[in-house]
T-cell receptor, first 112, second 110 residues
C-alpha cells in the first residue's frame, strides 16, 4: 500500500516569492494534516482537514498561508509571499478517524 | 493549549546501554503515539498506547502510558546505533487533534 506522497521533496526560493506544496494521503484516509517542523524541534500543526473541511486552522498564518483540499483527497499548501522565517520542513500526514497518523517524507523549504 | 514536554532534549550513549525518554503533560489524552524520525525523512509511527497504565513492548523498546493518561515513557534496552534518531511523542485529544512534543534526539555511539 502506498504511503503519504509529498512533492516536491526540496524547494529553494528567494524571499517574497510564492511556493506551493502538494500532498496525496493514504487512500481512504479522511483526516489530513499539514505540519511545519523547524530544525531539531517537534512538528507544529498548521491545519487539519476532515474530508474537505478545514476543522482546525487556528495555527495557520492566514496573511500569507493558504491551503485547500478539493474533493477531500489530495491537498495543496501555499505560501505567498515567502519570508526567511518560513524555512522549515513541511510535513503532511493522514489518518482514519480515531487511528494514528502516518507521515509523508516532507518538503524541505529554504527561503533565501 | 495542550503542551507535551519531552525530556531529555538530547541523549548520547554507548552501544549496549539503556535509555529512557519521558513525555509529560498536564492534559489528558485519549491516546499517545511515539514516532522516530531520521534525518531527511518524516516521522515513522512506532506505537500507539490507549489505556492508562498500558505497557507495550516492541523488541527492545518498551512503552508505558501513565495511569492518568497524561504522561508516557519510552525505554530502550541495549541500544544499538540503528536506534539513533529523533524520538517524538504525540498526544491525541478529542476530535483527532494531535499535538507533538519537542522531541528527544538520541545518539547511540558504536
Amino acid at each position: 500500500e502506498a504511503g503519504v506522497v509529498q512533492s516536491p521533496r526540496y524547494k529553494i526560493i528567494e524571499k517574497k516569492q510564492p511556493v506551493a506544496f502538494w500532498c496525496n494521503p493514504i487512500s481512504g484516509h479522511n483526516t489530513l494534516y499539514w505540519y511545519r517542523q523547524n530544525l531539531g524541534q517537534g512538528p507544529e500543526l498548521l491545519i487539519r482537514y476532515e474530508n474537505e473541511e478545514a476543522v482546525d486552522d487556528s495555527q495557520l498564518p492566514k496573511d500569507r498561508f493558504s491551503a485547500e483540499r478539493l474533493k477531500g483527497v489530495d491537498s495543496t499548501l501555499k505560501i505567498q509571499p515567502a519570508e526567511l522565517g518560513d524555512s522549515a520542513v513541511y510535513l503532511c500526514a493522514s489518518s482514519l478517524a480515531g487511528a494514528p497518523a502516518y507521515f509523508g517524507p516532507g518538503t524541505r523549504l529554504l527561503v533565501l | 493549549t495542550q503542551l507535551l514536554e519531552q525530556s531529555p532534549q538530547f541523549l548520547s550513549i554507548q552501544e549496549g546501554e539503556n535509555l529512557t525518554v519521558y513525555c509529560n503533560s498536564s492534559s489528558v489524552f485519549s491516546s499517545l503515539q511515539w514516532y522516530r524520525q531520521e534525518p531527511g525523512e518524516g516521522p515513522v509511527l512506532l506505537v500507539t498506547v490507549v489505556t492508562g497504565g498500558e505497557v507495550k513492548k516492541l523488541k527492545r523498546l518498551t512503552f508505558q502510558f501513565g495511569d492518568a493518561r497524561k504522561d508516557s515513557s519510552l525505554h530502550i534496552t541495549a541500544a544499538q546505533p540503528g536506534d539513533t534518531g529523533l524520538y517524538l511523542c504525540a498526544g491525541e485529544a478529542a476530535g483527532n487533534k494531535l499535538t507533538f512534543g519537542g522531541g528527544t534526539r538520541v545518539l547511540v555511539k558504536p
